[in-house]
């Protein structure tokens, strides 16, 4: 009873009203502490050391200015757990106006045990120490969670303050790269980058970016892995979980905005007419530790203690960087060689991953280790290639990024690299055709690997180098831009240098005059636009048809032939049309010229109209205890029947398929009356019964469309339900007082969106991304049930069977009674939004 008690207690604080939500930033310079631990025979600074261990020997001094007129008292504290009082030889004091903490600063080794590590600056007031260690005993569980805050947020500010000191670096020096650069820093340090303002002028980006800066960091599952190791129990389990609540990091606030809030609300309660506690969160600064704070210090009563966090006391929890394309290859030779890597952007913005290099094997065995730098700008580690210099290589190469994690060796991901050899270069196939002087022509270069291409130039017939534009659309293929407009026919060079070669490969190209090829023109009956077939249809300005006149699309080229999408002036007139063949067409150009062709009328292409469709649930889906609202929710494993009707041909052939697939196209489906999936009602109505499960696997999700074909023309895409995943709701616990949440339990909760205690939503709490849990936090249901809102289709809003518990009453009283001694806030009801006072 008593972890229930705990419980409840951490929730109410952690759900304290919202009234004033956004925390005071933290701008004020503080204090600069100089730290480094000491294991066996090793020293580090504190910004490489992720986490610590028994035994460890950390050095501390405060490093203050001469003219320091106050006495601080820096006390280093050890703790074990939310429930365990720490024993008083665990409290470390250090006098810094003597001569030997001052100058020499002070030393302590980690004792067995221990968890977590806290720092405080006192002003010095006789009976300080013993405050400071009766406050700490006498409410552990406070100062483990402020512990765990501290280190949040901290480790989340250093991806915002590397976050913009990269969009500074880059205003100042080149505005327009912030454009390219943001989606790569957004994607290392995982920050939110607004889309907007990279559609601004390059000047104005750079501001635009900045702004609501304590919002734009995101949940990091790393470094909320390593700082949850600060709370340990199961009275923790709740404690980790108050934060998911809206008001905290998943659903109003940033996770760095929770954590501020979490902190201050725990301070709050611990407010003396003494001593109150600020918060100072420590930048790493090589072996020193500066810290800000979000509030002047005060020297007079309630005189300000500050609060630092120092490493959890933990296993090493080692970053899981990974490649961001496993089956990339890059080139070994490549001057400043960029891997892209995401999943730890702790290894980006903090100095844990230190001393990194990329191994890399030659051909007679010998390992080359090339230094390795991590670059948010680029998106990846910078490897230093100059050190490979002659060494011998196979054509093929694999590397491995290695280095130290704090003290610990650590093996990163593996790369596949590739040498610079001879290669054979030639054209796509059908690409000879489009090599037409007078416009800009676009080639694809094959090779077994083009990795390592550096430039591309074009020599025309009179030696003159003309610049080309390219990039690389598969691991063998470059596109090529090619500027014909001012060239004649005839014989042409590309040159292709590569990464480590002088001399550049020539390939040989022939050029050609257009022959200005119109190979016709074709409509289906009913429909608005046609297809125009044939050579340099970039020219073409309308076409004449059937006395309607129709207008370019945008063109595309296929091995040499161009197809030109024509659009229809007027479709009232265009929609008339029956089929025909052989009608006379007019083709104007833009310089005047008219080109007689011919055109078809083909039959019109199928259409069918949805009558209806039934869902046949599973027994999976009357267990997962939700009851779906809308007739377009299709869960995975039922079995959906819909009826069609044909309008076109006037009665369904027994060869017409039904395609389904998802609106990705990523996974489809083929019904026909071949395979089972259709049966004829009578001539004109069809019924289709689709097996999601069986026919999609359980890969597939979201909205479903569906479109007859029949003999390889098909209709229009129409939409047909949403396939929804259903998570299994267990059951639901609930207090007896109505102001504290409820647990709700199940399996696969990360197939929520959303859960609210009334069918408006008006206070939903939002399951966060990646969510791992069988349990959650949720507001009393008001009538009885919970709504939810499913990660597959959000917009719908469904109620829930699953029936309320409410648990006996307990130890509960008591918490409740200590919190309002403790001059708790008033807490907001989940239901009704008015502030009360915990019983």
Known sequence: MTLIRCIFTLFAIAMTSIAAAVPAPFDLAGPTLEVRVTRGNTTLPASQVPNLAPGDRVWIKADLPETQSVEYLMVAAFLSGSTNPPPEKWFFACKIWKDKCGKEGLTVTVPQGA??????????????????????????????????????????????ERFLAAVHVLNEGDPSKLKEAAPLLARSLAIKVEEKCLD??????????MQGQEALILNDGHSTSIVEA??????????????YTPQLSYGYYSPYIASVLDVARIFESFRTAQY???????????????????????????????????PAVESPQLPPLHAVDPKEIFCVRRSSLVLPVDGAPLAFSTGYAHDLTLNVTGSDGKMIALPAKAD????????????????ALGDSVHAALKGYWGFEPYEGPTFHLINVHAKSWELAAGDEAALIVGRQNTIHLQADSVSCVDAIMLKDPGGKELKVDWKTTRPDEVEIKLPLQGT?????????????????????????????????????????????KGNRL???????????????????????????????????????????????AKVTLKDGRVLLSTGNIDAPRPAVTLLGMSVQPSASSHDSNILLAHPSELPQDAVLTFSLRTSSPAAFARDEIIEVTTSDESSSATLSFANGGMILENSQVAVVTLNPAKVFGGAAFGPLQFRINYKGVVGDWQPLANLVRLPMLKELKCPATPELACKLSGSNLFL????SSDAEFTRPVKVPDGFLGSALPVPHPRNGALFVKLRDIPSVINSTSVVAQEIAPSADEAARTEVRGSAVPAVAHPDTGGAQTPP
């Open 115 to 160: 968890q977590q590590v806290l720092l405080f600056l006192a002003p010095h007031t006789g009976g300080d120490l013993r405050t400071l260690v009766g406050a700490v005993r006498g409410r552990p569980g406070a100062f483990v969670r402020t512990s765990q805050d501290l280190n949040q947020a901290a480790l989340d500010r250093s991806r915002l």
């Open 200 to 209: 601004r002028i390059p000047e104005l980006q750079a501001s635009c970016l």
């Open 230 to 243: 600060l709370t340990s129990g199961p009275g923790s389990d709740l404690a980790m979980e108050a934060s």
């Open 276 to 310: 109150q506690y600020i918060p100072a969160l420590a930048s790493q600064r090589g072996d020193k530790l500066a810290l800000t704070l979000n509030a002047a210090p005060s020297f007079h009563s309630p005189m300000s203690v500050l609060v630092i966090g120092l």
């Open 376 to 391: 948010p700008i680029q998106g990846g580690y910078v490897v230093d290639t100059t050190g490979l210099g002659n060494a």
């Open 488 to 532: 004649s026919p005839g014989a042409m060079t590309l040159l292709v240098k590569q990464f480590g070669n002088n001399q550049a490969d020539p390939i040989q190209i022939h050029t050609f005059a257009d022959a200005g090829r119109i190979d016709g023109f074709s409509i289906h009956a009913g429909d608005l636009v046609g297809i125009l």
């Open 538 to 584: 970039d020219e073409v300005a309308s076409l004449g048809f059937k006395n309607n006149v129709f207008v370019p699309g945008e063109l595309t080229s296929t091995h040499g032939v161009d197809e030109l999408p024509m659009v229809a002036q007027d479709p009232l007139a265009v929609t008339s049309l029956k089929p025909e063949r052989g009608i006379a």
């Open 752 to 755: 929520i969106d959303s859960v």
